[in-house]
Each structure stands twice: as C-alpha cells, then as structure tokens.
C-alpha cells in the first residue's frame, strides 16, 4: 500500500538505494522491489528479489516472499496489473506464470519468456540500503543470473488480435 500511495512510478533512474526512495518518495520496478525487500525484512519474513524478462518488452523485477509455504510478490510499476500478488502460488513458476496475461506484445503474441529463482542478497550485505553502486552492481549480477525458460520458439504461440485487445 505504500508503494502504491506515497512512493511515484519513475522510470528514470535505476540506481535508487533504499534509502534514496525513501527520501525522494520516486522509484522504478526494480527499486520498488528492493525497498519491498527491507520492508519485509525489517518486519521478520525472508524476501528476495526475481526478474521476469519479456520478448520486446521491458524487464520487471518483483520483490517475492513465503508465508505459509505460498509464494506471493510486491512490485512497483506504471501498469496495475504488474504490481504484487498474494501469497498463493505454490511455486515461483506459478507466480511468474500469473503475469503472463499482461505481457501481449503489438504483434498479438504473449511475449513473457523467462524469470530467474529469486537472487541471494546476502552476498551484497544490505549495502543496496544506501548505497547506489551497490545497487548498480546487483542490477549487473541480477541480468546475468540464469534464466529459466518458459516459454520456447516451438511452443504453441498464444494469440489476441489487435483489434480485440488493443
């Protein structure tokens, strides 16, 4: 609720530490997730961050975390229905599948292709808090984390005209 009430869509700049969205109240996907995690963090649940990268389209990264064994996600983003999900999705996959549906690229085609698990922060030792290099530097690592396929050029193509969807 904060994010989507106090904190503004700002496509602009990347390199946000938390303490920078905190301050200026503007973040993108990617700081709105991180400023998610330490939200979550600070309140005792276990959260982490995943990208979901569409053919076309822009990347989005969604905080993810657990409660009662159920995946659920907490996004920023300029589209309503690429912001959270509860948590009831009994995998990452299923969470990352449950956006699918807003990803139609102009050519009528869904076009989401992949996510990565969700990325260990402990390595960056809640640097990405304050410091904007830090964030730069996962941004980095986040892009070339393995990505898991799901959608492959042989796969069925799922359609919506133009006309109907547009």
Not at 34 to 44: H, R
Not at 136 to 145: G, L, N
């Amino acid at each position: 609720n904060f994010i989507d009430t106090r904190i503004a869509y700002d496509p602009y700049r990347e390199d946000r530490s938390v303490e920078d969205v905190i301050i200026d109240k503007k973040a993108e996907c990617y700081n709105g997730a991180l400023f998610a995690v330490a939200c979550l963090l600070n309140q005792g649940y276990e959260a982490s961050i995943i990208e979901i990268l569409a053919r076309e389209d822009e990347e989005h990264i969604l905080c993810v975390y657990q409660i009662n064994g159920k995946w659920g996600s907490i996004a920023q983003s300029k589209y309503l229905g690429l912001k959270g999900r509860n948590p009831m999705y009994a995998s990452i996959r299923d969470l990352v599948v449950s956006y699918m549906e807003f990803y139609m690229a102009w050519d009528g085609l869904y076009s989401l292709t992949s996510y990565t698990n969700p990325v260990p922060l402990s390595k960056y030792k809640l640097k990405w808090l304050n410091d904007s290099r830090v964030v730069i530097r996962m941004a980095k690592d986040i892009r070339k984390s393995k990505h898991i396929v799901l959608v492959r050029d042989n796969d069925p193509k799922y359609y919506a005209s133009p006309e109907r969807y547009w």
